[in-house]
């Protein structure tokens, strides 16, 4: 028996998997993509986050080529560094670079060059998606159904840690911490960023993005995992401390009602 009070738990193993082969593949092709091209064939970028700015350099999809201004912290003057156009590269990094364009602004100055070329993403994205790589290979190993999202979400830690948390009812602070942890850094950083003259840093970027992917994709791997019908009843969830969940008696009424 697990500690979660039952004998399987392939669904939450393979939750972790797929989070793992697929942000773990996004990342270490941020890191290749520009490997494979030539150096110096991708210059310094400057576009927009959810649109594609630089799929040709002439057309409906040639916003970040067609710059010739600063605009406000996005948009430079492109012919200065050289025009770009993913959908010229090879198959392979023409997806990656087609990624980063549609999901990130790509500023020159928030992001590193490999081989002499700009990668697809600024280091903020590259933190977010190492932060969701970690936590698939946490949750690959550690996570546990345990009937409600937040008791899932806990399951990654050793129950001897969590034993006073249950004592005194404190799931709710804890949930809340690990929300705030996770969002509040970014927010900061990124929040203040944009509204003075504070610029941040390369290790704070990947610090904050990083505990964003992880809290969101912790999130999502315990909704994914939370499966009360696995049970046969709520009482056979174990949890830390010998807490049980018990059903309020109208509820079983409801039930029998039924």
């Excluded at 550690?142 to 899932?152: A, V």
């Excluded at 174990?238 to 109208?250: D, G, I, K, T």
Aim: hydrophobic share 40%; with cysteine.
């Amino acid at each position: 028996m697990l500690k979660n009070g039952l004998v399987d738990r392939s669904r939450e193993r393979k939750i972790g998997l797929w989070v793992t082969y697929i942000s773990g593949f996004i990342f270490f092709s941020m890191f290749l993509a520009p490997l494979t091209l030539e150096t110096g064939s991708v210059p310094k970028l400057s576009g927009r986050a959810n649109a594609l700015d630089y799929m040709s350099v002439d057309g409906s999809f040639s916003w970040g080529n067609q710059q010739t201004t600063d605009l406000g912290g996005i948009g430079h003057n492109q012919e200065e560094y050289g025009f770009f156009s993913w959908s010229d590269l090879n198959p392979y990094a023409a997806a990656i670079y087609a990624f980063g364009d549609l999901n990130c602004h790509q500023k020159s100055e928030r992001s590193w060059e490999i081989n002499g070329n700009q990668m697809p993403v600024c280091t903020r994205d590259l933190g977010i998606f190492l932060g969701i790589f970690i936590i698939g290979i946490i949750w690959t190993r550690f996570g546990h159904n345990r009937w409600t999202i937040k008791d899932t979400m806990f399951s990654i830690f050793s129950d001897n840690r969590l034993d006073s948390i249950y004592e005194k009812n404190q799931r709710n602070l804890l949930f809340w911490g690990i929300g705030g942890i996770s969002l509040l850094p970014i927010l900061l950083d990124g929040g203040i960023q944009a509204i003075s003259n504070y610029e941040s840093d390369t290790l704070r970027r990947i610090f904050t993005g990083a505990l964003f992917g992880m809290g969101f994709m912790w999130f999502f791997c315990a909704s994914l995992s939370a499966k009360p019908s696995k049970f046969e009843s709520e009482s056979q969830v174990l949890l830390p401390a010998n807490a049980r969940f018990v059903q309020p008696p109208e509820f079983h009424q409801d039930i029998s009602e039924e």
